[in-house]
Each structure stands twice: as C-alpha cells, then as structure tokens.
C-alpha cells in the first residue's frame, strides 16, 4: 500500500479559517486558507458569523486545492476532515462536507484530532526540515490551546500539562486589548517587544502546580496594572507602548519555558517540538534556541505555513491513518470538548 501513490484531500474547519489541501504521500501538493476578517471588528470569533462563512467557503476552497494540485477528485484515496476539537458550529460544516464528498467518490473517510494534527505537522514531508525522533515533548500553543504533550509515537500521545484557564494566545489577544491594539493581538505584541525593553515592567508569573498553566491571573494584573499608570499619565501607553509589550511578552514566553524545562527534566526527554498559531511568535522561537545551548535541547519548529490552522496538518494525520487501514465510518459526529 505504501509504495502506490497516495493522494489525501483534508480539510479544516474547526475555528474561523476554512481551509483544504492535496497531499500525496504525506507531501504537499496543495494548501489554500480562506481566513474570515469579519471577526476583527468583533475582537475575537464569532462563532455564528464563523460557521456561516465556513458553508460559503468550503466548496470553493476544495475546489481550489484540487485545481491547485493538478490533480482531479477521481485521484483521490481518502477525505481527512477535523472531528474537533473546535467551534461546533464550525466543525460541523467540514465535518457534513467531508462525509458528503467521501460517500459521493467511495473512498474512506478519516476523522483528526486538531491537536494531534499539530503536532503532527512536523511530519509533513518538507525539504531541510527534521523531524523528531520519538519519544519527544510538543508544546501546542495556540489561541484556544496550551498544552504540553509527551508523543511515544504517532497515535500514541499524553497530555501531561494544560492550562486551567485561558490559552496562551487569548492571553496575547486581552493584553492587547487593554492596550487598544486590534485583533489578533498577538503578532503587533510580538513586533513592538522587538523594540522595547523586556525587564521595563515586572508582572507576576501565576504559580501552578506541576505541568499546567494559568494565564487569566497574569491579563488581570496588566489590567490593574495599566489602569494605576494610565490614571496617573493619561499618556502611558503611548508613551511606553514598546516596554509594556516586550514586559508582557517576556511574562509570557517565561511561564511557558519554566513548564517545558520542569517537563524535560521529569521526563528526561531533551528533543522538544512547538506547534499551534502561537509557535509563529519569535520571541517564543528565539527561547526555545536558547534552551538547545542551556539545557542541551533539540528543537523542532514547523514551517511557518503549517504553524496556524491548515489542511496540510490534517493531511498528514489523514495520510499516516490511511497507512495504517484506520477509517472511519459515515455516522461519525464533529466533537467539540475532543480529547487527544
């Protein structure tokens, strides 16, 4: 089976970004995005507006990343499709789809974990980039999750620390907020610390027990925190806006390397593989870098590409179950709350 040529169409719907790619044995041929820039005016998702725009989105989306990789339907093996987790309303939409275009062809349908499918992403067969070797720790890192998780092996992986409240990206994105920097806040956050002084301000870091996070503690304190010094200097985050942003991200980026270097060290496990949205962030980048020379670890980041939500990252996970004959049936229904 392995030796034939395995053509994947996969798609992702879970959130706010319809989204389908081609790949064939596990390399990419195709991978097209529509992003929804409704929500912006909003300052986060709206899930009603989203699903809406997914049932606009997803025919021409496929359609596109079928065109996109020369290839006709016919060629198709499998449809790989998001079952969750994600915005119900959302993963519904990819979810009927997938079903759909995989009874009307007779080919297998296989359901991803979104999470997985992260993680995963690092197995996308992609020219000067490595890929761990198992076992090793992922660091998912995105604006609905933050969890670190030991991978054994392809199917086989365990959560062994998440946050208790917000995701590391929501974070980002309320701190921005507070600031009166638009959505998503994270990359003008990560841009502006470029620029300003790190140690300017001192937040403190919420202390959780063992692996997991907690990040509404720290939007708290930067709230009451720009509220105390924009009383007395109406013009202080103008002022200092560089210093705030570089602070907050430095909180930031040191909660979660303090949890990865606990993880490492309980585990014994020294390679180390970031993915999600928030894994694009330099700053995070940059850190993890200096944990190969401080700490002797390995470090894996995904193509930029394959860092935010896509259909690649599902592909993936879609071709490595086709391989292993791991289908699923056409009653199966999108989960929201899904667990890895």
């Given at each position: ?56 989105n ?16 016919e ?41 997985q ?24 890192i ?68 063992g692996?997991?996070f ?33 602070s ?9 390397m ?9 585990t ?8 999600g ?9 940059e ?30 996970v ?23």
């Open positions: 089976m392995a030796s034939e040529n395995i053509y994947i169409l996969a798609i992702e719907s879970s959130c706010d970004d319809t989204a389908a790619s081609i790949l064939l044995n596990g390399k990419v041929l195709s991978n097209i995005i529509a992003s929804q820039k409704i929500h912006e005016e909003y300052g986060g998702v709206v899930p009603e507006l989203a699903s809406r725009a997914h049932q606009q997803i025919v021409p989306v496929v359609h596109q990343a079928i065109e996109k990789a020369g290839i006709t339907k060629m198709l093996h499998a449809v790989a499709f998001t079952r969750g987790p994600g915005l119900m309303g959302s993963l519904l939409v990819g979810t009927s789809f997938a079903k759909s275009f995989a009874y009307g062809l007779q080919v297998p349908l296989i359901e991803v974990n979104h999470m499918a992260h993680i995963l992403a690092h197995f996308i067969e992609e020219e000067d980039f490595k890929k761990p070797p198992f076992p090793f720790l992922a660091m998912t995105s604006g609905g999750h933050t969890q670190i998780v030991k991978v054994s092996n392809y199917f086989e992986m365990e959560v062994i620390g998440e946050t208790i409240d917000d995701a590391v990206g929501e974070a980002f994105d309320k701190s921005g907020k507070i600031l009166g920097l638009g959505y998503p806040a994270g990359p003008e956050i990560d841009r502006r610390a470029k620029l300003g002084n790190p140690k300017a301000y001192t937040f403190t870091k919420p202390k959780v027990d692996l997991n907690s990040f509404s503690g720290l939007k708290t304190a930067i709230l009451y925190f720009i509220q105390r010094e924009t009383k007395a200097n109406p013009n202080f985050i103008s002022e200092n806006l560089n210093d705030i942003c570089a907050i991200q430095y909180t930031i980026i040191g909660i979660l303090d949890k990865l270097k606990l993880a490492s060290k309980q014994g496990i020294k390679h180390i593989a970031i993915g949205g928030v894994s694009a962030n330099k700053g995070i980048r850190a993890l870098k200096n944990g190969e020379q401080k700490f002797g670890w390995t470090t894996y980041v995904p193509k930029f590409e394959f860092t935010t939500d896509n259909a690649a990252m599902i592909g993936i879609g071709y490595l179950k086709y391989l292993e004959g791991a289908f699923t049936e056409q009653d199966i229904t999108a989960s929201a709350r899904l667990k890895i």
